[in-house]
């Protein structure tokens, strides 16, 4: 109970700072950056992973409460999608793999380094 406490104020805290983060910049929703405020938290040990990580598993294995409205409303408007089913599901998996493409490319492009050649190697030993 106690660490569940601690958890929720951890939580409470980096939300309220990412709704003035996104006060200020309004560029992302004030969720997100809620959730990199915690990880940073988290990251400079301004929280104790060990106290919060009994909590978080507890939440992460009971978040499928949270999607309990979404299913009753698909069940709501089912004739919606038995008529417009075959357009939802190709923007679905064309939208799905469009995202995938554009990140794979974009992250060999600014993420992977290319290793430097064997002759500009030897070329920097020699010039030091």
């Known amino acids: 109970m106690k660490n569940a406490l601690y958890t929720l104020f951890a939580i ?3 939300l309220l700072l990412g709704k003035l983060v996104n006060y200020l910049l ?4 004030a969720s997100l950056y809620g959730m990199v405020i915690y990880a940073f938290f988290l990251q400079l040990n301004w929280f104790s992973a060990k106290k ?4 978080n598993q507890w939440l992460i294995r ?3 409460v949270c999607f309990v409205p979404a299913g009753v409303g698909v069940i709501n ?3 919606l999608i038995q008529q417009h089913g075959i357009a939802l599901i190709t923007i679905i998996f064309s ?6 493409t554009v990140i794979g490319c ?3 492009r600014f993420l992977i380094m290319p290793e430097p050649d064997d002759d500009s190697r030897s070329a920097g030993k020699n010039n030091a």
């Not at 309004?26 to 929703?29: M, T």
């Not at 919060?52 to 909590?55: D, E, G, I, L, Q």
């Not at 939208?95 to 995938?100: D, P």
């Open 62 to 64: 009971n978040m499928g």
């Open 12 to 14: 409470s805290i980096s």
């Open 106 to 108: 974009l992250s060999e």
């Open 52 to 55: 919060v990580s009994v909590t």
């Open 95 to 100: 939208s799905t793999f469009l995202l995938l």
């Open 77 to 79: 408007h089912f004739q």
């Open 26 to 29: 309004s560029g992302l929703p």
